[in-house]
């Protein structure tokens, strides 16, 4: 079996590619970790790096051991975190993940509010879409996540809307429509859209459609993206409009400028939620929710 050190001594020289710099930062020489290289590719049987006088690299083999070692690493620190918590009330380690918009509207209020009662957690965040957050949810890489819900499966989850969000016209500064201080709907009628991607967020592409169906025409979606960002990017080529988060005004990009909706936040919103595996006794958690509803 392959231990800790060993990994540590693997992960050092394939971030270094150098076996004199790796010993260094390991604080030992480099016979010995040359020593206890090949002793690990021995003992698995494959060859994890290609060794001449030039250069030292990775395999295929290697490429994959490295990613694997990382995230073994990775949960080996926080099985130990978790453990160290458990006899001291509400201390310890919550992994949170969230839709990358809400870090620029409720969830810097959140985290502050959570830290703030709870100075003995540690939070380890990541930003996902809702469809690789209920993935890492029920594999259990992580332990709460924000979502835009409906989703298509909630079997085995707990899901808590926290509040409705309002989207935004995000278009070209150039457009025709861009002077406007509030527009109606059906005048995009003749659009072309950049969508958010549906497998990746069912949630908030589909409450774009139900808006522009509701305002009597099917959006002409003519790009997708599964990331906000790359949607504003595409709209600052020109390449269409597109309907975001309101919390995106805060993101100041070169030739893209938002515009008001004239239309009511049912009809034009989506909701934030946290999700959660159901019946999991987890107090950090359900600590973790009363802050968020206090905080929304």
């Known amino acids: 079996m392959v231990d800790i050190r060993q990994l540590q001594q693997f992960i050092m020289v394939a971030t270094e590619l150098n076996f004199r710099r790796a010993a260094q930062r390991l604080h030992m020489s480099q016979p010995p970790l040359s020593a206890a290289i090949r002793r690990l590719e021995q003992s ?3 060859k994890l790096f290609e060794r001449t006088r030039q250069y030292v690299r990775l395999t295929a083999a ?25 006899g001291s009330g509400l201390s310890g380690v919550l992994r949170f993940s969230f839709v990358p918009s809400a ?13 703030q009662a709870h100075p003995g957690v540690r939070l380890v965040l990541t930003g996902a879409s809702t469809q ?9 890489i992580i ?11 909630a ?3 707990d899901i808590t809307v926290l509040r409705r969000e309002k989207m935004v016209l995000a278009l070209p500064a150039g457009h025709a429509l ?11 009628a003749e659009e072309s859209f950049i969508s958010f991607s549906y497998s990746e967020g069912s949630g908030f592409a ?15 979606i003519t790009q997708e993206a599964s990331q906000m960002q790359t949607i504003l990017t595409l709209v600052a080529s020109d390449l269409g409009i597109a309907l975001v988060p309101a919390a995106l005004k805060a993101i100041h990009m070169h030739n893209v400028t938002y515009v008001d909706i004239d239309a009511p936040k049912r009809l034009l919103g989506y909701e934030l939620a946290l999700a959660y595996i159901k019946g999991r006794n987890n107090a950090l958690v359900d600590a973790f929710v009363n802050a968020a509803k206090e905080a929304a």
């Open 178 to 188: 861009a002077q406007e201080r509030k527009i109606k709907l059906p005048m995009l």
């Open 44 to 46: 698995m049987g494959v």
């Open 155 to 157: 079997n085995g989850l």
């Open 143 to 153: 332990d709460i996540a924000m979502i835009v819900p409906p989703l298509a499966d």
């Open 132 to 140: 690789q957050e209920v993935a890492r949810l029920r594999s259990e």
């Open 103 to 115: 870090a620029l509207d409720v969830l810097p209020q959140l985290l502050r509010r959570f830290q």
């Open 206 to 220: 589909g409450a774009v459609l139900a808006a522009c169906h509701d305002a009597g025409f099917s959006p002409r």
């Open 62 to 86: 290697g490429e994959v051991f490295l990613t694997e070692s990382r995230r073994t690493l990775a949960q080996a620190k926080f099985a130990m975190e978790a453990a160290q918590g458990i």
